[in-house]
């Protein structure tokens, strides 16, 4: 149900830096729902331009979003822009923002991630793009959503990480940019999928990539792609 605009005193205008940065959080949120990593307005996605933080709103479906539903607020979690409620999972977001230095936050409901989150308390290296995330993938002990617990639960599961599962819940992943916190998002949830369907095979045990290679893997990542 979307939100109803609230009568808020008159916000800053929406800078150039600013529009730029809420036409890629629209962008990437629309992106999350087209990929089926989130089912109606479920899921959140957020960017840092300085101390601020543009954030999706509350309830309000993706496609209906334009640059006059901007939503913005300090690193304080008090709202600098637009009339919009933020999405209710804030806490988490400015919690990345805090103590990391996560430039964009994605986080999805996406199927199997949210699957594998209630079987096991960490997802194994089954392939060698865990290494993108900072090793094997931890899950966050579940907590009431929109609170400060599953924050304090989830900055533990990232430690070290750009990426973990929330118990009964998701993923967050953190990083430089939007796209390269999609592009890990959906790397997680291609491999929690990997990982289920090699556990599903009865009688046989997925083979696992050993640390030392899983450090190799990470060496290798870090040169990946093109320069410039």
Same mark, same amino acid.
């Given at each position: ?19 730029? $940065? ?9 992106? *999350?729902?087209?990929?089926? !990593? ?13 101390? *601020? ?18 939503? +913005? ?15 209710? &999972?804030?806490?988490?977001?400015? /919690?990345?923002?805090? &103590?990391?230095? $996560? #430039? ?5 409901? /996406? ?10 308390? #960490?997802?194994?290296? =089954?392939?060698?793009?865990?290494? $993108? ?6 899950? /966050?002990?579940? $907590?009431?959503?929109?609170?400060? &617990?599953? /924050? ?13 599962? !929330? ?18 998002? +959906?790397?997680? &949830? ?6 289920? *369907? +090699? ?9 696992? =990539?050993?640390?030392? #290679? ?15």
């Amino acid at each position: 149900m979307t939100q109803s605009r609230s009568t808020r005193q008159p916000q800053p205008r929406l800078t150039h830096p600013l529009r730029q $940065a809420w036409t890629q959080v629209v962008s990437t949120a629309r992106r *999350t729902t087209a990929d089926g !990593l989130v089912v109606g307005t479920s899921g959140n996605v957020s960017a840092r331009v300085g101390d *601020t933080v543009l954030v999706t709103p509350s309830g309000v479906p993706y496609d209906r979003l334009g640059p006059r539903d901007a939503v +913005a607020v300090d690193l304080d979690g008090r709202q600098v822009l637009g009339t919009l409620k933020p999405t209710s &999972e804030l806490p988490m977001h400015l /919690a990345v923002y805090r &103590e990391t230095d $996560a #430039e964009a936050v994605v986080h999805t409901h /996406a199927v199997h991630a949210t699957a594998v989150s209630t079987l096991v308390d #960490e997802l194994p290296a =089954i392939h060698y793009m865990t290494a $993108a995330l900072g090793g094997p993938v931890r899950v /966050a002990p579940y $907590a009431l959503y929109g609170t400060d &617990e599953l /924050a304090d639960a989830m900055l533990e599961a990232l430690r070290d990480r750009s990426g973990c599962l !929330l118990r009964n819940h998701g993923t967050v992943v953190h990083g430089a940019t939007l796209d390269q916190a999609y592009d890990r998002t +959906a790397q997680l &949830e291609w491999m929690c999928r990997v990982w289920l *369907t +090699a556990v599903s095979v009865p009688g046989r045990t997925p083979s696992l =990539i050993p640390p030392d #290679e899983m450090r190799r893997a990470a060496d290798k990542l870090s040169g990946y792609g093109q320069k410039g």
